[in-house]
T-cell receptor
């Protein structure tokens, strides 16, 4: 099955700075890579995803890049705001068949004003 | 995005009792739902895949007789924690795929189980 590694585990930035979180995966057949944001006591919320047929996707202040050769993908948040503070998880398909996801260990992002 | 609802959001029970958690897809039909468990400050761990009209598929190490899953309709899956013990205290989160096999999983708000 797939294995997903995520780093850093914690990230502190000043408001307005950029934040980058990186993940690596093991299964070269994986083709879908979502990022989730989880606030305390709540379920994860999908914020952006990317499929293996593109190398980059952007949605306002959030972007995701994918390097299939190196098997890693990254989340980029620009112009960070205090409300961006949360735990962010990357994920990849757990198995080649089906849609279950396996998650990275998470990154706690703190944005200070 | 698609809406997945869980109930109850919090539940406290005595050791040895059973607790049922419901997961509903509110604005779409879900033939497949997934149940995850999350311990404090840890990641989400996949427990089982719930398939409408058939038996659930459990991940290695998850006791199927302890965590009973029923997916009786295209909008409802239930997880019953039987004979709960304090070590079962956790955040249980369900998810469902919307719009066919696109891979997009939408999660419920989670259910916090505390076993005394």
């Amino acid at each position: 099955g797939e294995n997903v590694e995520q780093h850093p585990s914690t990230l502190s930035v000043q408001e307005g700075d950029s934040a980058v979180i990186k993940c690596t995966y093991s299964d070269s057949a994986s083709n879908y890579f979502p990022w989730y944001k989880q606030e305390l006591g709540k379920g994860p919320q999908l914020i952006i995803d990317i499929r293996s047929n593109v190398g980059e996707k952007k949605d306002q202040r959030i972007a995701v890049t994918l390097n299939k050769t190196a098997k890693h993908f990254s989340l980029h948040i620009t112009e960070t705001q205090p409300e961006d503070s949360a735990v962010y998880f990357c994920a990849a398909p757990a198995y080649q068949a089906g849609t279950a996801l396996i998650f990275g260990k998470g990154t706690t992002l703190s944005v200070s004003s | 995005g698609a809406v997945v609802s869980q109930h109850p959001s919090r539940v406290i029970c005595k050791s040895g009792t059973s607790v049922k958690i419901e997961c509903r897809s509110l604005d779409f039909q879900a033939t497949t739902m997934f149940w995850y468990r999350q311990f404090p400050k840890q990641s989400l761990m996949l427990m089982a895949t719930s398939n409408e009209g058939s038996k659930a598929t459990y991940e290695q190490g998850v006791e199927k007789d302890k965590f009973l899953i029923n997916h009786a309709s295209l909008t409802l899956s239930t997880l019953t924690v039987t004979s709960a013990h304090p070590e079962d205290s956790s955040f249980y989160i369900c998810s469902a795929v919307a719009g066919g096999n696109t891979g997009e999983l939408f999660f419920g708000e989670g259910s916090r189980l505390t076993v005394l």
